[in-house]
């Protein structure tokens, strides 16, 4: 087992999330969450909440935008990890029912506050904790043709602050594509297409046809859900890891160290 820490995770309650907080509390670390509702809410469908780890986590109610909600609890923290974004503008989530809970009144979500500004206001609090000193972002591949094009400038903007910031702070950077599992049934249809789709890209003439077109930043593999918690995980313990890691970077760290 790695040497005990406390890590503090920016949407520990989300998709993504309550799989970082799990895959930290099974290596025996110390987790904080933070997010507007704090625990998982009911019409979260996510596993955590049945899941005997979850009374482990210490969720912290409060908003990434208002650094005096959470500031207080990032002292004795070496580690924070941002898993806050939208991918789209619109409620979607309540649509297709994935967890997300509208009953609390919050400023409409836009691509610059949630994906963006949100992690700027966590990175400047995080800069000024002693030992704090690795922060994760989530990002993503610039995967999807018919999303507006602020979801990914929006990322590469943070991904930006953080790199400049680098001496201050070790920044690790995501970019996967889709992350499927079990814990949104819809993506793993989605992940068999996207998968089909970059094997024909890759290894038949269609990649030829459509090299020159949108579609072809589609041509990116699905990732498991667990293997991006768990390469979260394994690149806070280790120091060398640093800067942007894409979708085969992602692989092999999750999969280091099982
Ligand atoms: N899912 C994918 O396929 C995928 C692919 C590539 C990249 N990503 C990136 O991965 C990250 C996580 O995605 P996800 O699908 O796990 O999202 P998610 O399920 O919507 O989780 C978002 C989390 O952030 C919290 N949150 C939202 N606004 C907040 C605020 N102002 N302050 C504090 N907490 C806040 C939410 O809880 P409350 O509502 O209670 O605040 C929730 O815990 C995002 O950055 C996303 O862009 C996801």
Not at 83 to 95: D, F, H
Not at 115 to 124: G, I
Not at 229 to 235: K, L
Request: aromatic residues 6%; positive net charge.
């Amino acid at each position: 087992m790695s040497a005990a820490r406390r890590i503090f995770v920016v949407g520990g309650s989300g998709y993504l999330g309550q799989a970082v907080c799990s895959s930290a509390l099974s290596k025996g670390w110390e987790v904080l969450s933070l997010s507007r509702h704090g625990a998982p809410t009911k019409d979260t469908v996510h596993d955590i909440s049945n899941n005997p780890v979850s009374n482990s986590v210490k969720w912290i109610r409060g908003d990434a935008l208002k650094p005096e909600t959470f500031e207080q609890h990032l002292a004795g923290c070496s580690a924070v990890v941002h898993s806050v974004g939208i991918i789209l503008e619109t409620n979607y989530k309540k649509l297709v029912n994935i967890g997300y809970n509208t009953s609390a009144s919050h400023e409409a979500a836009t691509f610059e506050r949630a994906n963006r500004d949100t992690a700027l206001s966590v990175a400047r609090a995080a800069r000024n904790i002693q030992g704090l000193n690795t922060i994760v972002y989530m990002s993503a591949a610039d995967v999807m043709p018919i999303l507006n094009p602020r979801y990914i400038s929006t990322k590469r903007e943070v991904e930006d602050d953080l790199l400049a910031h680098k001496d201050q702070m070790r920044p690790v950077v995501l970019r996967p594509g889709l992350i499927y599992s079990s814990a949104r049934p819809l993506t793993l249809a989605a992940a068999a297409g996207v998968n089909v789709f970059n094997a024909l890209y890759h290894r038949s003439p269609l990649g030829c046809v459509l090299k020159h077109t949108p579609l072809a930043k589609a041509a990116s593999p699905a990732i498991h859900r667990d293997v991006v918690a768990r390469a979260i995980i394994n690149a806070i313990d280790d120091s060398q890891v640093s800067g942007i890691l894409t979708t085969p970077d992602i692989e092999r760290i999750g999969n280091a160290h099982n």
